[in-house]
């Protein structure tokens, strides 16, 4: 069975500090894909990134970087100078195999509440 | 364009009422979904629609009923519901296509609240 941890339940910073939210999987599958999803207080899930178990290399787009370690079974993700607009749930999110005809499950971590104070 | 739209945004209910709650699509997605998530929990599946016809339910009680009329749209009827499934109801979907697991892209969901 595949399951997302993440340790942290709540981290709070100062806008422009750094933080990195933690996210560990397991899996017996070869073939996984490993999610992030932002979840402002409207509610609304947004997609971040994309990562399947091929591909290790590292991912920057603006401010947010995503460290994938397949070793340590991790895949991080790091805010650089954090805004008071990060402040939302993350969720990280795990998905085995696909299924004829649909996609597969996400399995998802607890979530991790960033709270950016000005 | 990557919208997925649900209404209604809110939702009270008694538990004797039948309601629906709608999700629409147009960016051509083949695979659509809802999920339930309580406060402070992670979004849980509850069906899974795959080129419009049901493909997954995760053993979700009956007084859930879904509805895929079409590629684009998606219903969940409801129906003497209890207080317990006060919770937000998101919709979402992706490609669907064979080959890959794609991301999914999720409405704002309804707020559902069972008096």
């Known amino acids: 069975a595949q399951k997302v941890t993440q340790a942290q339940t709540e981290i709070s910073v100062v806008e422009k500090e750094d933080v990195t939210l933690d996210c560990v999987y397991e899996?017996?599958?070869?073939?996984?894909?490993l999610f992030w999803y932002k979840q402002p207080p409207s509610g609304e899930l947004v997609f971040l990134i994309r990562?399947?178990?091929?591909?290790?290399q590292n991912e920057i787009s603006g401010r947010y970087s995503w460290n994938f370690q397949k070793s340590t079974s991790s895949f991080n993700f790091t805010i650089t100078a954090s805004q008071v607009v990060d402040s939302a749930v993350y969720f990280c999110a795990l998905s085995e195999a696909f299924l004829t005809g649909a996609n597969s499950k996400l399995t998802f971590g607890k979530g991790i509440t960033l709270s950016v104070r000005p | 364009d990557t919208e997925v739209t649900q209404t209604p945004k809110h939702l009270v209910m008694g538990m004797t009422n039948k309601k629906s709650l709608k999700c629409e699509q147009h960016?051509?997605?083949?695979?659509m979904y809802w999920y339930k998530q309580k406060a402070k929990k992670p979004p849980e599946l509850m069906f899974v629609y795959s080129y419009e016809k049901l493909s997954i339910n995760e053993s979700v009680p009956s007084r859930f009923s879904p509805e895929c009329p079409n590629s684009s749209l998606l219903n969940l009827h409801l129906h003497a519901l209890q207080p317990e499934d006060s919770a937000l109801y998101l919709c979402a979907s992706s490609p669907g296509t064979g080959g890959t697991v794609y991301e999914q892209y999720f409405g704002p969901g309804t707020r559902l609240t069972v008096t």
């Open positions: 960016m051509g997605h083949r695979a």
């Open positions: 990562r399947n178990s091929f591909d290790e």
């Open positions: 899996t017996r599958d070869t073939t996984y894909y």
